[in-house]
């Protein structure tokens, strides 16, 4: 039902890295593979990349996951459109790194020292926001005299 054909998997040379994460199932939608590209948790050999990055043959793509885990993928093949996970299984080699328990627990009290402040949107700021920046600066001004 869900087979790929022989002409479609060999006009593929490269897919955009967020639409593979999503088509062998690692992420559940494409815009969760796109933040996870945003956030840094996403390298393709061993450089940090953008969700519009193109992937080939033989890479090998490392996600960083919230407990502290890396697991490197070799990519094996590449998806056209979204396939059964045991379609898809066969497309990556899986290769998790092993870490003692001492160095995930660091790794954990690390990630949770470093909460980033992240704004509500991207982009400009909004009309309030702006207010509050300039009520901000407009305070550490007479501070500074």
């Known amino acids: 039902m869900h087979k790929m054909n022989a002409d479609s998997a060999a006009n593929l040379d490269t897919q955009r890295i967020d639409r593979w994460l999503h088509h062998v199932c690692l992420f559940k939608t494409r815009s969760q593979a796109t933040k996870a ?11 940090t990349i953008k969700a519009a ?8 793509v490392t996600i960083r996951y919230p407990n502290g885990r890396f697991i490197d993928y070799r990519v094996l ?12 299984r066969e497309l990556y080699d899986l290769c998790e790194r092993e870490m003692s328990e001492e160095t995930r627990e660091l790794v954990k009290l690390f990630n949770a020292s470093i909460k980033p402040i992240k704004r509500k949107f991207k982009g400009r700021p909004t009309k309030k926001e702006r207010r509050r920046l300039v009520n901000f600066h407009e305070k550490s001004d007479t501070r500074d005299d």
């Open 37 to 47: 590209c945003e956030a840094r948790q996403v390298k393709v050999n061993g450089e």
């Open 77 to 88: 093949g590449l998806a056209p459109k979204s396939i059964p996970k045991k379609t898809a």
């Open 53 to 60: 990055k193109n992937i080939r043959i033989n890479d090998t």
